[in-house]
């Protein structure tokens, strides 16, 4: 029983990362402990007339919590329950108060059970205290060992006859043995059912929900690993650019959406080799630095469904290295979707490198003429909030001063993310840069850039001064794209918030409290929390300020 209950709290926190957030790791660990504590109150109060009806909770609960298992696939199934809106419709409240009831119930009854073996049995209580370290140890095993090749649905089957096989352990005739029987028929009856339905339901707020809604969308691809469930999704209409240019005068190749538990990654780009398939990577932000950089050795950190390492290929870099921590992702286009996207995963060509890129940076020697790291996710994903509590020690100052440490001279950083309305991350992202170069001993105000279009920005870093030659490929890269320059060295403000323009020009306002000793003033007075991030504090996309 101690088995199946820890498998069943760890496969609960993949099936809700997968259905709703990662949020919902916390909401099931601390339903789960929820459910023990109040199992131990409730047979304090109650323990008289659970000793006179032991037999019956040892052989009638573990059958009850098995279907319970099974109930709550269905009740998650059917509860489209949406945690963006639970601060205005009263409704979600509902939705989550089920939702934490039909977690809360397999715990709190499988805890009577154990605590009931305690209390019958106390003479034997280090046997018992024992026998439910080592199951638990033993659950979390066959989780782990099992997750990467059998699907949630066949795991919660492994769960369910578990718990039934403690129900076999209790009965004591032949007769009573016939329940649990029954229970395990039906629990593959109810197993089979669901695995030809499919068991995840993907929450309908989410990207990949709403791309599958759109007319002549096909699931081509989909596996779970190590990182989720990944999801590849193959409709004509998908395309997926941020920083592009309104004024691209080519086509995009064609894209298939590429979606980890349900969020948009990246987009996996059709290339069949002829350059000139990409000459839509001359319209985009994160193109600026290949204009200022001839033939660059390049790092790409995070290069998702390949879209970085086509631009630095169509660019002429001399060298790639490729640092993608997703294995799944790199096998994907390795194997399944080889040829559509032109190879670009094969390590004959290009250094691939399967690691989270802070990691790679601490161990390697190597120097680079380019890092470039790209936005990820949708705009409704990142605006949502979704990741606020998410550490992420790539996007921290100490992590920019260590590129800042991996650039030869004039080496240059490539940052690229979201442009919301106010800023938000590429605030914060210019804020960070500004401490690292500092802190590098680096003229902060010359060795920065940064330029934006409708919906992105890119941000660049040069382990050197920017030059005026520079400045004024910068200008004309601007003006023949439509693209906004946001920050450079003698900038005038006149000269920012021309095209794309916002209600106010925060852009350059930022830049010049930034760079003029005036960082208290920005961060005390802006309306959100844009101070920089760092390993103390990694929480890159946390924005909120109470007041």
Excluded at 11 to 20: E, H, K, P
Excluded at 186 to 193: G, K, Q, S
Excluded at 263 to 287: H, Q, W, Y
């Amino acid at each position: 029983m101690s088995a199946a209950l820890i498998a069943y709290e760890i496969i609960l926190v993949r099936l809700f990362s997968i259905q709703y957030w990662h949020h919902f790791a916390y909401l099931v660990i601390s339903t789960a402990l929820l459910g023990f504590g109040t199992s131990g109150t409730f047979i304090v109060l109650f323990k008289n007339i659970l000793k006179k009806k032991a037999l019956l909770v040892f052989v009638g609960l573990p059958p009850v919590i098995t279907g319970l298992f099974w109930v709550n696939l269905f009740i998650s199934r059917k509860i489209t329950f949406n945690p963006l809106l639970l601060m205005w419709q009263s409704g979600e409240i509902l939705n989550l108060v089920v939702l934490i009831a039909s977690l809360f119930l397999p715990f709190f009854l499988g805890a009577v059970c154990i605590g009931m073996g305690f209390v019958l049995f106390p003479e034997k209580i280090h046997d018992l205290y024992s026998a439910n370290l080592i199951g638990s140890g033993l659950g979390s095993l066959v989780v782990l060992s099992s997750v990467l090749h059998v699907t949630p649905v066949g795991i919660i089957l492994m769960i369910s006859i578990m718990m039934i096989a403690a129900c076999f352990c209790a009965v004591k005739t032949r007769g009573q043995r016939v329940l649990p029987l029954i229970i395990l028929t039906l629990t593959i009856a109810v197993y089979l059912f669901l695995s030809s339905h499919g068991v995840v339901v993907m929450n309908p707020y989410k990207d990949l929900a709403r791309v599958q809604t759109m007319s002549g969308s096909v699931t081509e691809f989909q596996k779970f690993g190590s990182f989720g469930v990944l999801t590849v999704i193959d409709n004509p209409a998908y395309h997926y650019m941020p920083d592009l240019s309104l004024q691209c005068p080519f086509s995009l190749s064609d894209q298939k959406g590429l979606f980890l538990n349900g969020n948009t990654v990246d987009a996996i780009t059709g290339f069949s080799g002829d350059p000139e398939m990409l000459k839509f990577m001359e319209c985009r932000t994160a193109s600026l630095a290949y204009r200022l950089l001839k033939n660059p050795h390049v790092l790409i950190i995070g290069a998702g469904g390949g879209a970085e390492i086509l631009n630095a290929s169509y660019h002429q870099a001399r060298r790639i290295t490729v640092v993608e921590m997703n294995k799944e992702i790199v096998g994907l286009l390795q194997h399944q979707y080889r040829d559509y996207s032109g190879d670009i995963y094969n390590p004959e060509n290009y250094t691939v490198i399967t690691e989270e890129g802070r990691g790679y940076l601490k161990r390697t020697d190597q120097q680079f003429d380019l890092i470039q790291m790209s936005v990820s996710g949708s705009m409704e994903t990142v605006s949502s909030g979704v990741y606020s509590l998410n550490e992420n020690y790539l996007m921290t100052t100490e992590s920019l001063e260590s590129c800042i440490d991996h650039l030869n001279e004039n080496g240059m950083i490539s940052l690229t993310l979201w442009v919301r309305s106010p800023p938000r991350e590429s605030l914060k992202l210019m804020a960070m840069a500004v401490d690292a170069l500092e802190s590098c001993g680096r003229d902060a105000a010359k060795s920065l850039i940064m330029i934006r279009s409708w919906q992105a920005a890119t941000l660049l870093l040069k382990n050197g001064d920017f030059t005026k030659h520079e400045i004024a490929d910068v200008k004309e890269f601007c003006g023949d794209r439509g693209f906004d320059r946001c920050y450079h060295w003698g900038i005038k403000e006149d000269e920012t918030n021309v095209i794309n323009q916002m209600n106010r020009n925060y852009f350059f306002e930022a830049a010049q409290k930034l760079l003029h000793g005036k960082k208290g003033e920005l961060y005390a007075g802006y309306v959100f929390d844009i101070r920089p991030a760092t390993d103390n504090k990694p929480f890159f996309a946390h924005f909120f300020k109470i007041d």
